[in-house]
């Protein structure tokens, strides 16, 4: 992990840096082993397909557990065929409209740091070969980084609330720990109705769980 971040603040970009922009639509960027879903990515995407959640992730996602912050994660799972995202249709995204955020800050990625509690934007390692270029700032805008953020942070500090409350947890068996995990997966990305607001979901689910894991208080209610 510490390699990782080191490779990300190598790229580091500030606000006012030049980047290059220009899509070829080469689908080189589709092409990735692991595309993380947030939870409000899995809702709106669930949403947009006329599907619930839980279909989403059954017909289109493999989870596994991170290995930093022993959580559920979603992710898209590729074509069997060539290893690009199965929404991937003739060089188009086939969800444009609701594609992951990771996907709308595309040349660029970013993490989150805890202690200035502010994001760290970096270039991508894939290069389209376009000369178009536009400032970080820029790129702000014109995503409409504000949205994003609105439902980015909320999910970001459950996942930080969540991943500080395992690490409390001792001396459980694995079936236990199973068992708790299950019970947070279904809290963060199934227990949704996508026709209700998202983050007042979220925030009732995460009060459940407080309900139901006595040690679990969150830092963090600013949904």
């Known amino acids: 992990m510490e390699n990782i971040i080191n490779d990300y603040l190598s790229r580091k970009i500030e606000m006012d840096d030049e980047f290059e922009v220009g899509c070829n639509r080469c689908g080189k960027c589709c092409h990735i082993e692991t595309l993380i879903l947030t939870g409000y990515d899995v809702y709106r995407i669930a949403k947009h397909l006329g599907k619930t959640t839980i279909q989403l992730i059954n017909e289109n996602c493999f989870v596994y557990i991170g290995d930093d912050s022993n959580l559920p994660i979603v992710s898209i799972k590729p074509r069997t065929a060539d290893g690009s995202c199965r929404f991937l249709r003739k060089g188009r995204c086939t969800i444009n409209e609701v594609k992951p955020n990771s996907c709308a800050l595309y040349p660029l990625g970013r993490m989150y740091d805890a202690q200035t509690e502010e994001y760290i934007y970096f270039k991508q390692s894939i290069r389209c070969g376009n000369k178009e270029t536009s400032t970080l700032r820029e790129w702000l805008n014109d995503i409409n980084v504000e949205e994003i953020d609105r439902m980015a942070r909320p999910w970001g500090n459950a996942l930080m609330d969540l991943a500080l409350y ?58």
């Not at 409390?168 to 279904?186: A, S």
């Not at 979901?201 to 995460?206: A, W």
Request: charged share 30%; aromatic share 12%; net charge positive.
């Open 166 to 223: 395992l690490q409390t947890l001792k001396n459980l068996n694995k079936e236990q720990l199973v068992g708790i995990r299950n019970i947070i997966f279904i809290t963060l990305y199934l227990n949704y109705n996508t026709n209700k607001d998202y983050v007042e979901q979220l925030e009732r689910n995460m009060e459940m769980l407080e309900e139901s894991f006595p040690r679990f208080k969150r830092k963090h209610k600013d949904y």
